[in-house]
């Protein structure tokens, strides 16, 4: 069974930093490009960051370069954000995803449940 697990959501003031995990299971991952897209109430899934299957690559959204690291574990199926210097809009539920070919264009094959992170002023 494919499964893309997040972790590491919650609340936290603005200015502060949280580290989002995704543990993915059912497929090889490890050669799979991966990613973290997010939804606000009222609004649409938009792509925050993304990262290549063994790591060299890494795409941002403009909204979040210089805040934001994506990140793989040593076995590759793992993948985390390190979000810092957090703001109010960034609140949103955050998904992981995943896919054999890329993430970047929004409509990767393999997504997670998300995890809801609220960032209070």
């Known amino acids: 069974q494919v499964q893309l697990v997040e972790s590491g959501g919650g609340l936290v003031q603005a200015g502060g930093s949280l580290r989002l995990s995704c543990a993915a299971s059912?497929?090889?991952?490890?050669?799979?490009?991966m990613g973290w897209f997010r939804q606000a109430p009222g609004k649409e899934r938009e792509f925050v960051a993304a990262?290549?299957?063994?790591?060299?690559?890494?795409w941002y959204a403009d909204s979040v370069k210089g805040r934001f690291t994506i990140s793989r574990g040593n076995a590759k199926n793992t993948v985390y954000l390190q979000m810092n210097s957090l703001q109010p809009e960034d609140t949103a539920v955050y998904y992981c995803?995943?896919?054999?070919?890329?993430?970047?264009?929004?409509?990767?094959?393999?997504w997670g449940q998300g995890t809801q992170v609220t960032v209070s002023s």
């Open positions: 995803a995943a896919d054999p070919r890329t993430v970047v264009n929004g409509a990767p094959d393999y």
């Open positions: 059912g497929r090889t991952f490890s050669s799979y490009p």
């Open positions: 990262i290549s299957w063994n790591g060299g690559t890494t």
